[in-house]
């Protein structure tokens, strides 16, 4: 059974990302720390007594397609219907759009706790936030006073429709398109992976369409974006008549079963009713504000998986009796946890969470604190950090949850390949978060083009700065640990360099740059999770000196940094050669010979 993590958040909101500045802003005024734990308390009661027990239900019933619409799971409607009459969907937006304005670090907290419950459940309020943030950011005041309200509400839900069978990533090749009725546009053309295209949780889903309005220029130059409700709206703005737009099939998928992935038909008759958000041709630039957002969304769903698989690992480990121990001298046999190579794996997943943990609500803090200073000079440096760390979160996260829910799978022995221990469902579940919101590639290809060559470093350089700064405020007298930053200092000076040698590569010979542009994403991620999972041991260490604190959970701070050093930390050297000298044989390799 799912248990939420509260004592980490508590944790690190109250001594390492010191959250209760916020409070200082206008912005945030009304914050407490004790405001977060209420919040994550009953956002964990929600997902222990609710989403958990429809997890294995939603695996094995899936989402059902039929002619008359796509038909969800038994107690999805339901529990969506409670989600949102609990406020839950109001979490991060604007008090002035009708949410409840809390900062993004602790919605995305949350987050992490109902991921880890129903990751298929949570894909649709995901997808419905990230739609309302589009239409504050871009729509007009008539097409927010239409449909923000309701979708921030949770009464309808939201869509982006990026993706066409033709085009896949490549947005430039889109052909679905806009012709100009008016104070409207008829919307022709078929969308593909559309996450929740359909289903009959809510009266409504509104749909934002990328398309090209007729004459429009090619490429990405051309792309608009569009509002097309399923059901258009009467007088009163309530859903009327159905909009020509349909579900034509979903998915057999891997995993994620209970979520359904649509084929989206528009225009087959008449065309369907499309309403233009923010200036023509203008599309890709807001629907990537809907992309951020999923983004270090996506990204928490490598840290919530992964604690749910560690959590199932963990006690399966404890109450597995197999085999005699081969240091101890008892006889029979033992707990598999005694095993060494067992405790390897344990401690490999548990620290491998906890850095994916502290770098996303570390990304998170970012946007929150440029929002404290949108008014100060600091205020869009702080924000560039955090776009700087977006691709390094969704990457790096979901790439590592994949070694991590194997691992789940390796520590149960032959019980982790039957689907009734539930960890092979983990496995298949998040396959998927490498891939959706842009692959790992494209996260990479973003982090080095759109990010570092931006500003030739200058973000990066600010964040390893801080980092580093953060470790040498924690330096004190314990060897140990000063061992631990010394290590995580040297890593992220290796990172520094490294990532101004791939900067100056990008500019001399881009294909051999652009080949190593994964290695070098998931080196930051590995130093930089290991930096700031140092500094959370350096911090309970202190508490342990002053004797605050539970002295367990601390001291178990301590082993999983130590861990973390010895183990992951190690594979950013090798990430590190891999980008000094790894692109030519890439770039200069026969794509016939492959």
């Not at 500045?21 to 009661?45: C, K, M, P, T, W």
């Not at 059901?231 to 909009?243: A, I, K, S, T, Y």
Request: charged share 20%; net charge negative.
């Amino acid at each position: 059974m799912y248990r939420a993590p509260l004592r980490e958040f508590q944790f690190l909101f109250e001594h390492q990302l010191k959250l209760q500045q916020l409070s200082q802003s206008r912005h945030f005024a009304g914050y407490s720390n004790d405001l977060a734990e209420s919040i994550l308390v009953e956002a964990g009661r929600f997902a222990e007594q609710i989403l958990d027990p429809l997890n294995v239900v939603g695996d094995r019933e899936g989402a059902k397609w039929s002619e008359a619409g796509v038909r969800m799971p038994a107690g999805f409607a339901a529990a969506y219907r409670q989600f949102a009459a609990d406020g839950w969907t109001q979490l991060a937006t604007d008090a002035r759009h009708g949410g409840q304005g809390v900062p993004l670090t602790v919605a995305i907290a949350a987050e992490d706790i109902w991921i880890g419950a129903n990751m298929a459940f949570m894909l649709c309020p995901l997808l419905g936030r990230g739609a309302a943030e589009a239409l504050i950011v871009a729509g007009s005041a008539e097409l927010q006073q239409r449909f923000l309200p309701r979708m921030v509400s949770g009464e309808w839900t939201g869509t982006m429709n990026l993706t066409e069978p033709q085009a896949g990533s490549d947005l430039s090749a889109i052909r679905t398109r806009a012709q100009p009725a008016g104070d409207h546009y008829l919307v022709f053309g078929q969308k593909i992976f559309i996450t929740y295209g359909d289903h009959d949780m809510t009266g409504n889903i509104v749909h934002l369409v990328l398309a090209r309005i007729d004459g429009a220029p090619a490429g990405t130059r051309g792309i608009s974006l569009f509002v097309v409700p399923k059901f258009l709206l009467d007088e009163q703005g309530n859903p009327q008549q159905p909009n020509d737009l349909r579900c034509v099939s979903i998915e057999h998928k891997l995993g994620i079963h209970a979520s359904p992935t649509c084929v989206m038909s528009f225009g087959d008759r008449q065309g369907a009713m499309g309403y233009l958000v923010g200036e023509p041709n203008r599309g890709l630039e807001y629907m990537f504000v809907m992309m951020n957002v999923a983004r270090l969304s996506v990204g928490m769903q490598g840290v919530g998986v992964g604690e749910r698989v560690l959590q199932q690992a963990s006690e399966w480990a404890r109450t597995r009796i197999q085999s005699r121990s081969v240091v101890a001298s008892t006889a029979g046999a033992v707990p598999i946890i005694q095993h060494p190579d067992v405790r390897r794996m344990l401690l490999a997943m548990k620290s491998a969470v906890q850095a994916m943990r502290v770098l996303a609500l570390y990304a998170a803090l970012q946007f929150d604190l440029a929002r404290a200073a949108a008014d100060e000079p600091a205020g869009l440096p702080i924000h560039r950090r955090g776009e700087l760390l977006i691709p390094i979160v969704k990457g790096w996260c979901t790439e590592l949850v994949n070694e991590v829910t194997s691992l789940a799978v390796q520590v149960h022995g032959g019980m982790g390949f039957i689907e009734e221990t539930g960890v092979a469902q983990a496995m298949r579940d998040v396959r998927i978060a490498a891939i959706y919101e842009g692959t790992t590639g494209i996260q990479a290809n973003d982090l080095l083009g759109r990010k570092l060559l931006r500003d030739k470093g200058a973000a990066m350089h600010a964040l390893v700065d801080a980092l580093q700064d953060s470790l040498l405020a924690q330096k004190g007298a314990d060897a140990g640990t000063g061992a631990l930053i010394d290590a995580a200092g040297d890593a992220l000076r290796s990172l520094r360099a490294t990532g101004d040698a791939l900067m100056q590569l990008a500019v001399q010979n881009p294909a051999e740059a652009y080949a190593v542009a994964v290695p070098f994403m998931k080196q930051c991620g590995f130093v930089m999770g290991g930096a700031l999972l140092v500094e959370s041991a350096a911090i309970a260490t202190r508490m342990l000196a002053d004797g605050s604190g539970d002295a367990g959970f601390l001291r178990a701070k301590q082993q999983t940094a130590r861990f973390y050093v010895s183990h992951w930390l190690p594979q950013a050297v090798a990430l590190a050669r891999v980008v000094a000298g790894g692109g030519a044989a890439v770039a200069h390799s026969d794509a016939d010979l492959i």
